[in-house]
């Protein structure tokens, strides 16, 4: 079995490109910080950082609601490749790519105001919630989102 769950902070904006070929598709990557469970001798907390891959509707999520600094939680699998550089050495690659993408905190907590409260499926769908109830108990869908909504 191959699953990973990571949970940490985008280092800067997702690099968002166009797949080529006859079904190009969008792709999404980007670089999770993911702080270390455990610290050295009292040393600094550590993190590793993880270049995450998205394809399709969640390279789109990418693009559209995820920014340096949001903390978000993203279930995947894990996945090595290789190429040869333009100077003849082979390189070595090991990306997660991203199955489901959720926050991991509202958008209050952030404070960068850059992220909200929801998730994100590739075989679901994302519903962008305001995480601020109004006035009658509901809480408010952004406009425009109405063909994700997994109801009419």
Same mark, same amino acid.
């Given at each position: 079995?191959?699953?990973?769950?990571?949970?940490?902070?985008l280092?800067r904006d997702?690099? *968002?490109?166009?797949?080529q070929g006859?079904n &190009?598709?969008?792709? &999404?990557r980007?670089?999770?910080a993911?702080?270390?469970?455990f610290?050295?001798?009292?040393s600094?907390?550590? &993190?590793?950082? *993880?270049?995450?891959?998205?394809?399709?509707r969640?390279?789109?999520?990418a693009? /559209?609601?995820?920014h /340096?600094?949001?903390?978000?939680?993203?279930?995947?699998? *894990?996945q090595?490749?290789?190429y040869?550089? /333009?100077?003849?050495?082979k390189?070595?690659t090991?990306?997660?790519?991203?199955?489901?993408?959720?926050? &991991?905190e509202? /958008?209050?907590a952030?404070?960068?105001?850059?992220?909200f409260?929801?998730?994100?499926?590739?075989?679901?769908?994302?519903?962008?919630?305001?995480?601020?109830p109004?006035?009658?108990?509901f809480?408010?869908?952004?406009?425009?989102?109405d063909?994700?909504?997994?109801?009419?």
């Amino acid at each position: 079995m191959n699953k990973v769950i990571l949970m940490g902070r985008l280092t800067r904006d997702p690099d *968002i490109r166009q797949g080529q070929g006859e079904n &190009a598709t969008l792709v &999404a990557r980007y670089t999770l910080a993911v702080d270390r469970r455990f610290r050295k001798d009292g040393s600094e907390q550590t &993190a590793d950082f *993880i270049g995450i891959v998205a394809f399709g509707r969640s390279a789109e999520f990418a693009e /559209k609601y995820l920014h /340096k600094g949001t903390k978000i939680v993203v279930t995947g699998r *894990i996945q090595t490749g290789s190429y040869t550089n /333009k100077e003849g050495q082979k390189v070595y690659t090991t990306d997660v790519v991203a199955e489901d993408q959720e926050f &991991a905190e509202s /958008k209050n907590a952030s404070g960068s105001g850059s992220s909200f409260s929801g998730g994100n499926s590739s075989s679901g769908g994302f519903s962008p919630v305001d995480p601020n109830p109004a006035e009658d108990g509901f809480m408010n869908v952004p406009d425009g989102i109405d063909d994700e909504l997994p109801f009419n």
